[in-house]
Nanobody, 118 residues
């Protein structure tokens, strides 16, 4: 599975950004998808996830500000980010859990940088 993320950039506090991820998954069945982020000097953390059935979960720090969505037919994943804060600054990664036959594995995109300036 190949994941291509886009949409990062520089934005001021209170601004908005939309991240997108496209999955090339011929032969695979994508189950869960999500967005992780890694702030400077910190470990990678889950931002939001969405199951194949559409069940969503969010980190408490982004609830009410971020919205995750996916199009299972097109294998795309989006993250709408509003009211951005300086602490949202991070490298954002698209993630997918997919199965191929009886195997299940996690896949990661290359990361897209989000910088929120004050």
């Amino acid at each position: 599975v190949q994941l291509q993320a886009s949409g990062g950039g520089l934005v001021q506090v209170g601004g908005s950004l939309n991240l997108s991820c496209t999955a090339n998954s011929i032969g695979f069945s994508i189950r869960d998808m999500g967005w992780y982020r890694q702030p400077p000097g910190k470990e990678r953390e889950l931002v939001a996830g969405i199951s194949m059935r559409g069940t969503m979960n969010y980190d408490d720090s982004v609830k009410g500000r971020f919205t995750i969505s996916r199009d299972t037919a097109k294998n795309t994943l989006d993250l709408q980010m509003r009211n951005l804060k300086v602490e949202d600054t991070a490298l954002y990664y698209c993630w997918a859990r997919a199965t191929y036959s009886y195997d299940r594995d996690d896949y990661w995109g290359q990361g897209t940088l989000v910088t929120v300036s004050s």
